[in-house]
């Protein structure tokens, strides 16, 4: 016998915006943009990429990409 509670788990991958959240819930708990940056310049101090907010913050020195597509 469980003594906890089980919750299904909501994700959606869409083209612009990913979704996550409990089945059942109104709004999702969370949501972040479906973009992925590459550094265009290579530096040892830097990442080699960069996912959602922190790539659309540093849009300017990266190559976006938009992994999913309707």
């Known amino acids: ?17 990913c979704k996550a959240g409990f089945a059942g819930d109104d709004v999702p708990r969370v ?19 960069y996912i959602g907010e922190e790539a659309q913050s540093l849009r300017e020195i990266l190559t976006l990409k938009y992994p999913i597509e309707r």
Do not use: H, T, W
């Open 1 to 17: 016998m469980c003594d906890y509670d089980v919750y299904a788990l909501v994700i959606d991958n869409g083209s612009g915006i």
């Open 31 to 49: 949501m972040f943009p479906s973009i992925v940056g590459i550094s265009r310049l290579q530096s040892i101090d830097q990442k080699e990429s």
